[in-house]
């Protein structure tokens, strides 16, 4: 059995429903307590129990790993109001019973959701042939499939509320996987591309450099048996050397990957403005003056943090993320928290793995936690110098 959702994680229009049901809920148990003023008593007890039962398993149990009490919990709920509606003689309970069953619909999966249907529809029935126990024989069929109609178009509107949550949740997934491989895919675009310039200067200036080499030993051969041509080939050696020396130039910042890093907040900045155009989450970044740091700790850094943001917005449907740099006594701290989803198990993808080792190799901590604000996220601590008193670049 999967719980479909749980109050810190749901959407905002399941919550809203969440809240409309208990206020329907709390104004039906004071009108059916005015109604039977003879067992205030027996029914306000049994209303209390099914508030506490309903408001453990929402705020408690559905963070929990599932087991048995996640079967039995919404029978008890169901039980408690079946013997209230005992203890009713006026017939006012009968909506609370769709008033649960669309509580479970909502936050359980479809197979435990019908079951639990098909067995409120039970009790409901039951209410509704206690209080038509005087209508006359000749219409009780009609009144049954009236009470019938009622609950399937409640019940059928559950569902259907269900299911439009289910899709909204998947379009969701589909755009944060979206976002994140654009994100993905624009770094490694950007490494394409210093590659293919790499390449592209190894066939221009390197065959300009070999064709120039053959030059001046074609040079050094006439320069005494035939000083002008000799003069004449120097010259174009000189230009082919020019001409190298110019695309060299051109290309040479183009691959330098580490000028990148060198200026960490900028490259940073650059970051966040990727991640802000291509999504709508809230950003914020603060750091302290580190870009005395050694070009490997800026280039860990901003490693990581790419990673920490991917996965926030690819498994955490997050709507903020909160990043700070600081450095504390020979130490530089990066924390990166969102306030999406907490996975309830954690497996280490080959990013984070890559992330884990980077930081062992400069002898560093590296933790995934939930920080005092229940915001999802990491810490990483990297010494500036060895423990020789080295520093570390």
């Known amino acids: 059995m999967n719980i479909i959702s749980n109050w810190r994680t749901e959407e905002k229009i399941i919550k809203l429903i969440h809240m409309v049901m208990l206020l329907l809920f709390l104004l039906l148990s004071a ?27 929402h705020l408690f149990l559905s963070h929990m790993k599932v087991t048995a009490l996640h079967f039995a919990f919404p029978y008890l709920e169901l039980a ?16 609370m019973f769709i008033i649960v069953i669309w509580d479970i619909v909502l936050d359980y999966d479809k197979i435990y959701s019908i079951s639990f249907s098909v067995v409120g529809y039970i009790c409901y029935m039951i209410k509704y042939i206690r209080i038509s126990s005087q209508i006359p024989t000749g219409t009780i069929i009609f009144v049954f499939i009236i009470a019938a109609l009622q609950f399937g178009l409640f019940i059928g509107f559950a569902f259907l509320t269900k299911l439009y949550n289910s899709q909204s949740r998947d379009l969701e ?5 979206l976002h994140a491989r654009m994100l993905s895919t624009e770094h490694m675009t950007l490494l394409n591309e210093r590659n293919r310039i790499a ?19 074609a040079a050094q051969m006439l320069m005494e048996r035939n000083p002008e041509d000799a003069s004449k080939r120097l010259r174009i050696i000189k230009s082919q050397v020019k001409d190298g020396l110019n695309e060299l130039r051109k290309s040479i910042h183009a691959i330098n990957a580490d000028e990148d890093y060198k200026n960490f907040n900028q490259a940073v900045g650059r970051l966040i403005k990727q ?19 050694s070009l490997s700790h800026k280039k860990i850094l901003y490693h990581i943090l790419l990673e920490s943001i991917t996965n926030a917005i690819r498994h955490g449907h997050c709507k903020q ?66 423990k020789e008193g080295e520093y570390y670049g």
């Open 31 to 57: 009108y059916t307590l005015i109604l039977n003023t003879d067992r205030h008593l027996e029914m306000g007890l049994c209303f209390a129990a099914y508030l506490a039962l309903s408001l453990f398993r």
């Open 80 to 95: 408690v109001l079946y013997i209230a509606n005992t203890l009713d003689s006026s017939g006012a309970i009968l909506p």
């Open 173 to 177: 997934n589909t755009t944060a996987e």
């Open 199 to 217: 390449g592209e200067i190894h066939n221009t200036v390197g065959h300009q450099l070999t064709t120039a080499l053959v030059q001046i030993e």
């Open 275 to 293: 991640v802000k155009a291509h999504t709508n989450l809230s950003v914020s970044y603060e750091s302290e003056n580190i870009e005395h740091l």
């Open 321 to 386: 993320i909160r990043i700070r740099v600081s450095e504390i006594e020979g130490n530089v701290f990066l924390t990166c928290y969102n306030d999406g989803v907490v996975p309830k198990e954690l497996k280490f993808g080959y990013g984070l793995t890559q992330i884990s080792e980077k930081v062992d190799a400069l002898r560093g901590s590296f933790k995934i936690k939930v920080n005092e604000d229940g915001w999802f996220g990491l810490k990483v601590e990297l010494p500036i110098f060895s």
